[in-house]
């Protein structure tokens, strides 16, 4: 007997704008620190979501290198960590209105960070990526990169998120 395979639901290919636009707004404006350390949403799709941060003398962790701080790193791919759940979230609830998805994440928390710093953050943006591997029903299992502007990986990361 043939072996059958479950194949995970299809994703829409696109959000809609008002889901983008609310979404974008509360992440870049609303969590205030994700305002402090510059993040912007360069891409929001469900399957993986990537933004940007403009390097700043703010952001300075090493003043003789100008190298990013360390904690910026670490802040920033759990907010893009996030931000991917809260993107396959939408997915998972598209026969629902925009405005009903944008009210279920107030209960998404970091349980578990780790990330891997791999090479000092020099330059003057940098992306991040993040994806989400699991969406249960009560945790999302997560992964994340941090890249510089030339597309050379600079540090990693994988996390766990409440999200009920």
């Known amino acids: 007997m043939p072996r059958m395979t479950r194949h995970p639901p299809a994703l829409p290919l696109e959000f809609e704008e008002e889901f983008v636009h609310g979404l974008s707004e509360m ?27 403009d390097m700043k003398q703010d952001l300075v962790g090493h003043y003789a290198f100008n190298r990013l701080h360390g904690g910026v790193v670490s802040a920033g791919l759990d907010a893009m960590a996030g931000l991917a759940v809260m993107a396959a979230i939408g997915a998972r609830h598209m026969d629902e209105s925009p405005a009903q998805r944008l009210q279920r994440f107030a209960k998404l928390g970091t ?18 990526r993040a994806e989400v591997l699991r969406l249960g029903s009560r945790v999302a299992s997560t992964r994340m990169e941090f890249l510089a502007a030339d597309g050379k990986l600079l540090s990693t990361g994988a996390g766990a998120y409440i999200i009920s």
């Not at 609303?30 to 891409?43: A, E, M, R």
Request: charged share 30%.
């Open 27 to 53: 992440f870049e404006q609303k969590i205030v620190f994700n305002s402090v350390l510059g993040l912007k949403i360069t891409s929001l799709r469900p399957e993986r979501v990537v933004g940007r941060i």
């Open 111 to 128: 349980i578990d960070l780790r990330i891997d710093y791999l090479r000092p953050a020099i330059g003057d943006h940098f992306e991040l």
